[in-house]
């Protein structure tokens, strides 16, 4: 489930295996979806997006899985180096194609690899 | 490093008072966006301009407000500041026009502190 504030959801896995982040999104109307990356004392970096036609989408070590009947998106990173550690949070957009769009942001997951 | 700037890194001001921040985005880019990151809210998008006009509006409140001048660096103006308006501010530039479709590249932040 979600946390607030300092009590950000954990995920503890070892160099190499695989991880997977989950996203539990609200909007049902919402149309597309990013992933973000966010290193300590740094800005957000986009990992990958998805649109909301698509139910998977692969990047270079990461995919993004889409469940629409459930409103739920996961990322997975392949093969986990201690550099992938930090706060991943998705972002769903409702209205992506219009200037009129709705961007809301989940609290974030906090992954530690250890070496 | 992202190519987006943004001045001055910290802030600490009072409550009441107005401060202005200032973000460059990346050569090229005509969007940028604006969110704020406060530890009980998380991320939240503000507001995008394009080409120097406001594109969209998120949860930006009233006493804020931005512009995107002819040179495109952008400046969001936060006033009547309240103790919970502490939080880091964010400046992303991308070069598409509309909803944060695709890459952002976000800038490293200003950390404003309201006592």
């Known amino acids: 489930g979600e946390n607030v504030g300092l009590h950000l959801p954990t995920l503890s896995v070892q160099e190499g295996d695989n991880s997977i982040i989950n996203c539990a999104y609200s909007n049902s109307a919402s149309d597309y979806f990013i992933w973000y990356k966010q290193e300590s004392g740094k800005g957000p970096q986009f990992i990958i997006d998805?649109?909301?036609?698509?139910d998977k989408r692969q990047g270079q070590r990461v995919t993004v899985l889409l469940n629409k009947t459930v409103k739920h998106l996961s990322l997975q990173i392949a093969a986990t180096q201690p550099g992938d550690s930090a706060v991943y949070f998705c972002?769903?957009?409702?209205?992506?194609?219009?200037?009129?769009?709705?961007?809301?942001f989940g609290k974030g997951t906090l992954l530690t690899v250890n070496p | 490093d992202s190519g987006v700037t943004q001045t001055p890194k910290h802030l600490i001001t009072a409550t009441g008072q107005r401060v202005t921040l200032r973000c460059s985005p990346r050569s090229g880019d005509l969007s940028v966006y604006w969110y704020q990151q406060s530890l009980d809210q998380g991320l939240q998008f503000l507001i995008q301009y394009y080409n120097g006009e406001e594109r969209a509006k998120g949860n930006i409140l009233e006493r804020f407000s931005a512009q995107q001048f002819p040179d495109l660096h952008s400046e969001l103006n936060l006033s009547s500041l309240e103790l919970g308006d502490s939080a880091l501010y964010f400046c992303?530039?991308?070069?598409?026009?509309?909803?944060?479709?695709?890459?952002?590249?976000f800038g490293p932040g200003t950390r404003l502190l309201v006592l």
């Open positions: 992303a530039s991308s070069s598409q026009t509309g909803a944060a479709l695709g890459t952002q590249y």
């Open positions: 972002a769903e957009i409702e209205n992506s194609g219009g200037s009129n769009y709705k961007l809301t």
């Open positions: 998805i649109r909301s036609n698509m």
